[in-house]
C-alpha cells in the first residue's frame, strides 16, 4: 500500500525554539495532505488542510502564524511549530489522500512525531 | 460546527464474541464515513468506507453500516480476536474529521 514517510518521529527542543515536521508521500502524489494532532487517549484533532501549491485552511482555534504549513510539491508538505512552548508539546501526524486514488478516498497516515517542549 | 461522537471510550469483550462501535454524526450528512483502526503511538490505518447511499457494506469479518435518519454508523467485528484490540476511530468525509475513537479490547 502507499506510505507516507514523517520525520523526525520524536522531537525534544527547549522553549522559544522552532521545530519543523516533514511528511512525505514516498510512492504516490498527494495534492492534498492534512495535520492533526493528538493528545493521549483522545481522538484525532483536524489542524490544517494543505494544498500544494496554495495556502493552507486551518481550522477554527488554529493559530497559522504558530503553525505554519508549506505544501512545496506533490510528495511534500512541512509543519513548523514556531516559538515552541511547553503546550505545544503534542503527538502530531499527518495524512495524504493519493491524487489518483480509487473510490475509497483513504487517508494514508504517517507514523506520527512526538514532540515534547522543555 | 460538525460534531462526530464515538459512544464508548472503551470496549471490552469475549475472544469469539461480536464487537459493536457506535458513530453518530451532528448537522450534516456525510458524503461518506471512513473507519480506521489505531494501535499506540502510530498512524491510523483505514479500515472501510461507507457512503451515504449505502446501507451496510462488509470486509472479512468486518461489517459496516449506515443510517442517515439516525444520523449513525455501526462498526462491527465479528469472530473477535485478540488482535482486533486497538483503537477504532471513524471519520466523516470529505472533511475528514475524526471522531473520539473507542479503545477496543478483546479478551482470551
Known amino acids: 500500500g502507499a506510505v507516507v514517510s514523517q520525520h523526525p518521529s520524536w522531537v525534544i527542543c527547549k522553549s522559544g525554539t522552532s521545530v519543523k515536521i516533514e511528511c512525505r508521500s514516498l510512492d504516490f502524489q498527494a495534492t492534498t495532505m492534512f495535520w492533526y494532532r493528538q493528545f493521549p487517549k483522545q481522538s484525532l484533532m483536524l489542524m490544517a488542510t494543505s494544498n500544494e501549491g496554495s495556502k493552507a485552511t486551518y481550522e477554527q482555534g488554529v493559530e497559522k502564524d504558530k503553525f505554519l504549513i508549506n505544501h512545496a510539491s506533490l510528495t511534500l508538505s512541512t509543519l513548523t511549530v514556531t516559538s515552541a512552548h511547553p503546550e505545544d508539546s503534542s503527538f502530531y501526524i499527518c495524512s495524504a489522500r493519493d491524487l489518483w486514488g480509487g473510490e475509497t478516498g483513504e487517508l494514508f497516515f504517517g507514523e506520527g512525531s512526538r514532540l515534547t517542549v522543555l | 460546527s460538525q460534531k462526530i461522537e464515538q459512544n464508548s471510550e472503551a470496549l471490552n469483550i469475549q475472544e469469539g464474541k461480536t464487537a459493536t462501535l457506535t458513530c453518530n454524526y451532528t448537522n450534516y450528512s456525510p458524503a461518506y464515513l471512513q473507519w480506521y483502526r489505531q494501535d499506540p503511538g502510530r498512524g491510523p490505518v483505514f479500515l472501510l468506507l461507507i457512503r451515504e447511499n449505502e446501507k451496510e457494506k462488509r470486509k472479512e469479518r468486518l461489517k459496516v453500516t449506515f443510517d442517515t435518519t439516525l444520523k449513525q454508523s455501526l462498526f462491527h467485528i465479528t469472530a473477535s480476536q485478540p488482535a482486533d484490540s486497538a483503537t477504532y476511530l471513524c471519520?466523516?468525509?470529505?472533511?475528514?474529521?475524526f471522531g473520539t475513537g473507542t479503545r477496543l479490547k478483546v479478551l482470551a
Open positions: 471519520a466523516w468525509g470529505p472533511k475528514y474529521i
